[in-house]
């Protein structure tokens, strides 16, 4: 099946500084992929949809000078989190969608990156 | 606009038992999608089960199984024969008109499988 990863899986950083999380569609191609982001307890929020080789579409009230998105192949998406602050804390979760998928097919998810910022 | 609204927050169940997870959801339009996922205390989401909006029968797969009312705008997810494992949160989520990629997800059901 579809497998997606995403890395890294938990990182922990200083305030002040930018993360970079990747996303890659390991077995199939992915004109499309998505990056959600998760508080506690709560559903997953679309932040913004990427799409390769063009600009990303960031949802109403994301900052994309925050949330740098690259989009750079059929299979690799990246999330920069620019100077990252302890309210950027999160679980960020990417999805992927392939070259050709139908639309009964579900979007597949990578495992997420918890994001902690001391 | 899509909504996808799940008023469960939390549901117990006895192991064995069958548990069903309500979902309901609002749109005007008429080709939609119908997801439901697993996110275990990891936080992966996984895959349950798919309903398409002109489907005429329920979806099943295994022990999970999808009460689709098309006309009341809910889609039930019904988990038979409860397991420990399906101890989770429980995702309902509606992919827009073709060609709209986007997935609309409800605020989930904690669902705690007992002994």
């Known amino acids: 099946g579809a497998v997606v990863s995403q890395h890294p899986s938990w990182v922990i950083c200083k305030s002040g500084t930018s993360v970079k999380i990747e996303c890659r569609s390991l077995d199939f191609q992915a004109t499309t992929m998505f990056w959600y982001r998760q508080f506690p307890k709560q559903s997953l929020m679309l932040m913004a949809t990427s799409n390769e080789g063009s600009k990303a579409t960031y949802e109403q009230g994301v900052e994309k000078d925050k949330f740098l998105i690259n989009h750079a192949s059929l299979t690799l998406s990246t999330l920069t989190v620019t100077s990252a602050h302890p309210e950027d804390s999160s679980f960020y979760i990417c999805?992927?969608?392939?070259?050709?998928?139908?639309?009964?097919?579900?979007?597949?998810f990578g495992d997420g990156t918890r994001l902690s910022i001391l | 606009a899509q909504k996808i609204t799940q008023t469960q927050p939390g549901m117990f169940v006895q192991e064995k038992e069958a548990v069903t997870l309500d979902c309901t959801y609002d749109?005007?339009?008429?080709?939609?999608?119908l997801f439901w996922y697993k996110q275990p205390s990891s936080g992966e989401m996984i895959f349950l089960i798919y309903q398409g909006s002109y489907d005429e029968q329920n979806a099943t797969e295994g022990r999970y199984s999808l009460n689709f009312q098309k006309a009341r705008k809910s889609a039930n997810l019904v988990i038979s024969a409860s397991q420990l494992g399906d101890s989770a949160m429980y995702f309902c989520a509606m992919r827009g008109p073709l060609g709209f990629n986007k997935f609309y997800f409800g605020s989930g059901t904690k669902l705690n499988v007992k002994p």
């Open positions: 999805s992927a969608r392939g070259v050709g998928q139908d639309r009964t097919q579900p979007q597949h």
């Open positions: 749109t005007s339009d008429q080709s939609y999608g």
